[in-house]
T-cell receptor, first 110, second 120 residues
Framework: KNEVEQSPQNLTAQEGEFITINCSYS?????LHWLQQHPGGGIVSLFM???GKKKHGRLIATINIQEKHSSLHITASHPRDSAVYIC????????????FGKGNQVVVIP | DVKVTQSSRYLVKRTGEKVFLECVQD?????MFWYRQDPGLGLRLIYF???????EKGDIPEGYSVSREKKERFSLILESASTNQTSMYLC???????????????????FGEGSRLTVL
């Protein structure tokens, strides 16, 4: 079983819709990261979380440490939000190794 | 504002050639990683370094070696390239985070632009 699981694997939304993607993990962590990768592009860090909630523009990330679960919300979605969103965790043991989910493919249709 | 730089965006090599991929970060990070990314398989860790001259094997180290002689530079070496090593290679770096220390904005995860290697 993967240490980091993401759902849904694929999501299609109409422009303007509210989008939620989810990440669950099974290991002890020092931090959780949400990353974005556009088609053919590099990977960009959106958030690093350890507790609570963070907001940047139309993006909101939340984490529940007790439930080992994080969500990424996109409000008023736009076609430029179409990308793969990857959840990663910095493990709290083993010299800070990272574990990655397989990613959520998000497509926003105009 | 470039933070993690990979030496080559695109490389084409022949089977059996030795390949060097270099990664340089300017943030004084302790941790550096080499991953390969393949469709449907996500990011797979090849090697990880948590300090100068310190390295750990990742999930798929076979056919690869690494070198970290200076803190800012982490090199991936393919001793004898094979066609199944055709892939996108990504370098990443983070500062060292102790348990309970990740409660700040400083521990971000930075990736290079990637090096797409084709082995013929």
């Amino acid at each position: 079983k993967n240490e980091v699981e993401q759902s849904p694997q694929n999501l299609t939304a109409q422009e303007g819709e509210f989008i939620t993607i989810n990440c669950s993990y099974s290991v002890g962590i020092s931090a959780l990261h949400w990353l974005q990768q556009h088609p053919g592009g590099g990977i960009v860090s959106l958030f690093m979380l350890s507790s609570g909630k963070k907001k940047h523009g139309r993006l909101i990330a939340t984490i529940n440490i007790q439930e080992k679960h994080s969500s990424l919300h996109i409000t008023a979605s736009h076609p430029r939000d179409s990308a793969v969103y990857i959840c990663a965790v910095t493990k709290s043991y083993g010299n800070n190794r990272l574990a990655f989910g397989k990613g959520n493919q998000v497509v926003v249709i105009p | 504002d470039v933070k993690v730089t990979q030496s080559s965006r695109y490389l084409v090599k022949r089977t059996g050639e030795k390949v060097f991929l270099e990664c340089v970060q300017d943030m004084d990070h302790e941790n550096m990683f080499w991953y390969r990314q393949d469709p449907g398989l996500g990011l797979r860790l090849i090697y990880f370094s948590y300090d100068v001259k310190m390295k750990e094997k990742g999930d798929i180290p076979e056919g690869y070696s690494v070198s970290r002689e200076k803190k800012e530079r982490f090199s991936l070496i393919l001793e004898s390239a094979s066609t199944n090593q055709t892939s996108m290679y990504l370098c990443a770096s983070t500062p060292y985070l102790k348990p309970g220390q990740g409660w700040s904005n400083t521990g971000e995860l930075f990736f290079g632009e990637g090096s797409r290697l084709t082995v013929l």
